[in-house]
């Protein structure tokens, strides 16, 4: 039974372009979270999605930063115009339908900004 | 404001002694508590986790926590670290009531000496 995947690993981007950052559940998992975590600091909570739902997207800024969970395919964090201070690791988490509380996580995606 | 506190952000300890690591929370809600461990750009795994019942609970890697309602604490033990310990963990904290969506504390970085 395959993880949380996330791609890419690594992300590479200069000031002002755009960053799409994917996460594919574990099989069965319907419910995916995002969470940001900045150098030194322990992770913060961006959104939590269902498929093709918004849940709750308190922890996203309200500028550049976007997320989707489509009926088909992974679900997508979409960071427009990138500045340095977006540089981080982005981590991808699912639960299942039945016992949402428990969290698996992905490997994240080192985004740096430059 | 739900919060975590993870008081010590290194540790070192000498292979084969005993650990713990502190975790205190304040929340709102009935939480449910969370440890995770995190190896140098990997993502985080589960190491346990407790809802309800036995305020001890027992976790993967020989590891245990226990739950203290009255010190709002959720402490991470192990009775004999291995230098493949050595790794970065993390205290998160979650509540249906929230969400489900988790706070994590800073982490608390563990140097295992041989």
């Known amino acids: ?15 002002g372009q755009e960053a799409r950052l994917r996460c594919s559940p574990m099989k069965g998992h319907s419910h995916v979270y995002w969470y940001r975590q ?14 093709e739902n918004i849940i709750d997207e308190s922890g996203m800024p309200k500028e550049r930063f976007s997320a989707e969970f489509p009926k088909e395919g992974p679900s997508i964090l979409r960071i427009q115009q990138v500045v340095r201070g977006d540089s981080a690791a982005y981590f991808c988490a699912s639960s299942p339908p039945t016992t ?6 992905g490997p994240g995606t080192r985004l740096l900004v430059l | 404001a739900q919060s975590v506190t993870q008081p010590d952000i290194h540790i070192t300890v000498s292979e084969g002694a005993s650990l713990e690591l502190r975790c205190n929370y304040s929340y709102g809600a009935t939480p449910y508590l969370f440890w995770y461990v995190q190896s140098p750009g990997q993502g ?3 190491l346990l986790k407790y809802f309800s019942g036995d305020t ?10 226990e739950f203290k309602r009255s010190q709002s604490s ?7 670290v291995h230098w493949s310990d050595a790794a970065e963990y993390f205290c998160a904290v ?7 969506k988790l706070v994590f504390g800073a982490g608390t970085i563990l140097r295992v000496k041989s």
């Open chain 2, 74 to 80: 959720f402490n991470l033990r192990k009775p004999s």
């Open chain 2, 94 to 100: 979650g509540a249906r009531e929230y969400g489900n």
């Open chain 2, 56 to 65: 001890l609970v027992q976790g993967i890697k020989g590891f245990e926590a």
């Open chain 1, 100 to 105: 949402q509380e428990t969290q698996y996580f």
């Open chain 1, 1 to 15: 039974n395959a993880g949380v995947m996330q791609n890419p690993r690594h992300l590479v981007r200069r000031r």
């Open chain 2, 44 to 46: 985080l795994q589960l």
């Open chain 1, 38 to 51: 900045l150098p030194e600091e322990g992770l913060k909570f961006m959104v939590y999605l269902q498929k």
